[in-house]
């Protein structure tokens, strides 16, 4: 294993701390530092900016060959850390302690160390893996803002007017697809120097905007959690196809979640952001899609084809794809036949 100690805060020293013990140099633009890796210790770099008020992003998107244990220890209190893994795996202990947190792929975890206790982070061997931390000096944070924080949950308010960090503070979970949104924007962003550190500034404060809003919607009960992690995709995809093998027979959006494993709330999140429609839009385009395929490639019949869709009524079949395709169902069909004859009478 390489123990890297970090005995400073600022960025600038907290990267200059980290190239001493690469044995390596680092960059600065517009009070963005970035290292490179060294390529005897493994691949990818690390990067950090401060912004007023407090706040800074630390980016690690690193391979090592060995076990690395980042050692943060400086006699002085803490940021309050935000940690989100991206790829891969990484372990957090707080300095005076021997309990490990594992924090994996889609994993958030919100950390603040007690006292001038510090924070001790374990990159595994051979393991590619990408950390957003956002990082937040709270006496300087509490300055910037301006204003109290009464409208927030109360462990939060405490936690962010403890910048005497008196109390040790540990919570995780599975960060939010809007979250994931931002760190790809961030990573795609093509922008340099003072462009680059605006982009990031703002990017930042919609972090802990979003963070806030997931950690109170984290206190509801499992049932009642509105906000769709990352982790939780892939069930919309499975919600997808789902709708599709069995438009004809579907119930509820309530039951359509029980079968993947999603409240409702989350199920209209998840059809909002990825396909931008509620899930009746979808289910309803779903028959349509399916609607217009058996009209053109089958000879059912419109009743048939209204059993088929799983709809009620002829009459309310064809009111839809009226309103789809400004035609009746079976015009569209005589249209459709007459033009297919008409192209093989000019083969002819």
């Avoid at 690390?46 to 690193?62: E, H, K, P, S, T």
């Avoid at 510090?118 to 000096?137: D, M, P, Q, Y």
């Avoid at 039951?255 to 509620?278: D, M, P, R």
């Amino acid at each position: 294993m390489i123990p890297i100690e970090v005995n400073s805060l600022p960025i600038a020293e907290v990267m200059s701390d980290i190239s001493d013990a690469f044995d390596t140099t680092f960059t600065e633009t517009c009070e963005e530092y970035y290292l490179d890796i060294p390529s005897h210790i493994g691949e990818g770099y690390i990067r950090g900016v401060n912004f007023d008020g407090g706040m800074a992003i630390l980016q690690y998107d690193c391979l090592f060959f060995q076990e690395v244990e980042f050692q943060f220890t400086v006699d002085e209190t803490h940021p309050l850390k935000f940690l989100y893994c991206l790829k891969g795996n990484l372990n957090h202990r707080f300095e005076n302690s021997d309990e490990i947190h594992d924090i994996g792929q889609y994993q958030e975890a919100i950390v603040s160390s007690d006292f001038f206790n510090g924070h001790i982070l374990r990159f595994k061997a051979n393991i590619h893996t990408v950390i957003n931390s956002l990082e937040i000096t709270r006496k300087q944070f509490q300055r910037k803002i301006g204003c109290d924080l009464v409208t927030m949950d109360q462990d939060l308010q405490y936690l962010f007017n403890d910048i005497k960090a008196e109390k040790k503070f540990y919570h995780d979970g599975f960060y939010s697809l809007k979250l994931a949104d931002l760190f790809r924007e961030m990573q795609a962003f093509k922008g340099k120097d003072l462009l680059r550190k605006l982009f990031l500034e703002g990017k930042a404060y919609q972090m802990l905007t979003e963070q806030i809003l997931q950690y109170e919607d984290d206190l509801n009960d499992i049932s009642n959690r509105s906000i769709l992690r990352q982790s939780e995709v892939a069930q919309i995809g499975k919600a997808v196809q789902f709708i599709k093998q069995n438009v004809s027979e579907l119930d509820t959006i309530e039951h359509i979640g029980l079968e993947v494993g999603l409240n409702a709330n989350k199920l209209q999140e998840g059809f909002q952001s990825l396909y931008g429609t509620t899930v009746n839009q979808y289910i309803q385009k779903t028959r349509l899609n399916l609607i217009k395929d058996l009209i053109l490639n089958t000879d059912y019949s419109i009743s048939e084809i209204t059993d088929k869709a799983g709809l009620s009524s002829k009459s309310y079949l064809s009111k839809i794809f009226r309103e789809e395709y400004g035609t009746s169902p079976s015009d569209y069909r005589k249209h459709y036949l007459e033009s297919l004859l008409k192209k093989k009478e000019a083969k002819i």
